[in-house]
């Protein structure tokens, strides 16, 4: 099973596509790309959550450390997400207040928070 | 404390990270065989994922030649899934330490026992590790 990852950039952002399912074995990949960007200089960044089929608490870690390293050059991390499955587990666990999440793409990307 | 009926499917997977997704397919399936409905599907394959990534991180820490046991019974009115490590007790410090884990632990046991009817955590009773049974009903 592999994690689908591209990178293309809107506006001022970073905009990555995830598509599948993000696990304890396809979070690395995710977890290394939120680095490259940020060692690249792109410290606003937008996860597109919308073909990730499934997310647990690993995808949720590599979430919160990527925003904890945007957070340190004063960047935004927020998330595009209308999947109720997905969204749900940013509600059980909180995160929908620690993360800004967005209807589309176009709507991350106009207003980077 | 009532024992939980015989489990009436048993699977067990090597402690690697490629195989959680194996177990939550697997586990997918049986609950969609059970007639569970989709959004119940849904929120087994988050406990079972969640459950099963520990075992495997345990059984990592452990050394890592013990595979991770999964155990599926229906009984009155509910779900038993039972996921087994082999873990002497002091692998979960030691699994904490990597970022990618670390901040997950605490997230995973949050989503853990929200997301399903009842969760404890046992002794196994074939020797060292622990046993996490999740409880889904099914009237």
């Given at each position: 099973m592999e994690l689908g990852i591209d990178v293309r950039k809107v506006n001022s952002c970073s905009v990555i596509d995830v598509k599948g399912e993000i696990d304890v074995y396809t979070a690395p990949k995710l977890r290394e790309q939120l680095i490259e960007l940020v060692s690249e200089g792109s410290y606003d960044i937008v996860v597109n959550l919308?073909?990730?089929d499934f997310l647990d608490s690993t995808g949720l870690g590599v979430l919160v450390g990527a925003l904890k390293r945007v957070k340190a050059h004063d960047g935004s991390l927020s998330l595009v997400c209308t999947q109720d499955k997905i969204l749900k587990i940013f509600k059980i666990t909180g995160l929908t207040k620690v993360f800004p999440i967005h209807a589309s793409v176009e709507e991350a990307t106009v207003s980077p928070q | 404390v009532v024992d939980p009926p015989a489990p009436t499917v048993a699977l067990e997977v090597p402690a690697?990270?490629?195989y959680v997704a194996v177990v939550r397919l697997a586990l997918a399936s049986l609950g969609r065989l059970a007639g569970l409905d989709e959004a119940t599907v849904e929120d087994l394959k988050i406990a079972v994922s969640e459950a099963t990534t520990s075992a495997v991180l345990i059984n990592q820490a452990a050394g890592g030649a013990d595979p991770v046991s999964i155990a599926w019974a229906r009984g009155d009115g509910q779900v038993v899934i039972e996921i087994s490590d082999r873990g002497q007790g002091e692998e979960a410090a030691e699994v904490d330490e990597g970022e990618l884990t670390g901040v997950r632990a605490g997230i995973s046991v949050a989503l853990l026992e929200s997301i399903v009817d009842g969760c404890e955590v046992v002794p196994r009773p074939d020797g060292p590790g622990s046993c996490t049974r999740l409880f889904i009903d099914h009237p």
């Amino acid at each position: 099973m592999e994690l689908g990852i591209d990178v293309r950039k809107v506006n001022s952002c970073s905009v990555i596509d995830v598509k599948g399912e993000i696990d304890v074995y396809t979070a690395p990949k995710l977890r290394e790309q939120l680095i490259e960007l940020v060692s690249e200089g792109s410290y606003d960044i937008v996860v597109n959550l919308e073909g990730v089929d499934f997310l647990d608490s690993t995808g949720l870690g590599v979430l919160v450390g990527a925003l904890k390293r945007v957070k340190a050059h004063d960047g935004s991390l927020s998330l595009v997400c209308t999947q109720d499955k997905i969204l749900k587990i940013f509600k059980i666990t909180g995160l929908t207040k620690v993360f800004p999440i967005h209807a589309s793409v176009e709507e991350a990307t106009v207003s980077p928070q | 404390v009532v024992d939980p009926p015989a489990p009436t499917v048993a699977l067990e997977v090597p402690a690697r990270p490629e195989y959680v997704a194996v177990v939550r397919l697997a586990l997918a399936s049986l609950g969609r065989l059970a007639g569970l409905d989709e959004a119940t599907v849904e929120d087994l394959k988050i406990a079972v994922s969640e459950a099963t990534t520990s075992a495997v991180l345990i059984n990592q820490a452990a050394g890592g030649a013990d595979p991770v046991s999964i155990a599926w019974a229906r009984g009155d009115g509910q779900v038993v899934i039972e996921i087994s490590d082999r873990g002497q007790g002091e692998e979960a410090a030691e699994v904490d330490e990597g970022e990618l884990t670390g901040v997950r632990a605490g997230i995973s046991v949050a989503l853990l026992e929200s997301i399903v009817d009842g969760c404890e955590v046992v002794p196994r009773p074939d020797g060292p590790g622990s046993c996490t049974r999740l409880f889904i009903d099914h009237p």
